[in-house]
């Protein structure tokens, strides 16, 4: 389903009206979601304007996380939220750092926030398993999932998680839960050295 579609369908709004909002005939609207016709450059920018979605949205296939970033923004529009404080989260991508990270006054956008970092996250676990056909450590991604359904509020997994990802250099140094983690990954880094990991 390409933007165009999923926005029309989003905003409830008809074929017709959208060609009539635009000053052409419904033909065009149902070419253009056919994929028969691209939609003329000088339209995106009304489009734009119309939804307060970004052009490049109306013509493209969209992935899960970019649908729920057009219904954030559809709530954003509709609710006007305002921002009562902000909250540290840790941002893996090119470069893995702390960012604040805004909390509103309504719910339904903190919770549309939470359900794009999730599909994130299920995003970067796909291509994680799909890197190699023949995954040699796809018996790891399996006890990964095992306990995440098991033993997710477990404190001692997220101790864990945390030490693998400052040994790993994958969480900066700087970035850490307090004095008592620092504590157990000394420890921990010290089995791993004592068994020359």
């Known amino acids: ?73 559809k709530l954003k529009r509709d609710l006007k939220p305002v921002i009562k404080n902000y909250e540290q989260q840790f941002m893996i991508g ?33 291509q994680a398993i799909e890197i190699v056909d023949d995954h040699p450590y796809l018996d790891t991604f399996k006890l990964i999932v095992e306990l995440l359904e098991k033993a997710q509020h477990e404190p001692i997994l997220h101790k864990t998680v945390e030490a693998l990802a400052h040994y790993c250099e994958v969480l900066p140094d700087w970035v850490s839960s307090g004095p008592e983690q620092d504590e157990f990954e000394s420890e921990l880094f010290e089995v791993f050295d004592d068994h020359n990991f």
Do not use: C
């Not at 006054?105 to 796909?126: M, P």
């Open 1 to 73: 389903m390409i933007g165009l579609e999923y926005i029309l369908s989003l905003y409830n709004m008809q074929h017709i009206e959208l060609a009539e909002r635009l000053g052409i005939k419904k033909q065009n609207i149902n070419l253009w979601i056919k994929r028969k016709q691209n939609i003329p450059k000088k339209y995106l920018p009304i489009l734009k304007e119309m939804f307060g979605i970004e052009e490049e949205y109306f013509t493209k296939e969209l992935t899960e996380v970019e649908k729920l970033e057009i219904q954030k923004e």
């Open 94 to 126: 090119d470069m893995n750092d702390i960012i604040e990270v805004p909390i509103y006054d309504k719910d339904e956008i903190n919770a549309i926030e939470r359900s794009i970092e999730k599909a994130k996250l299920v995003s970067k676990f796909k």
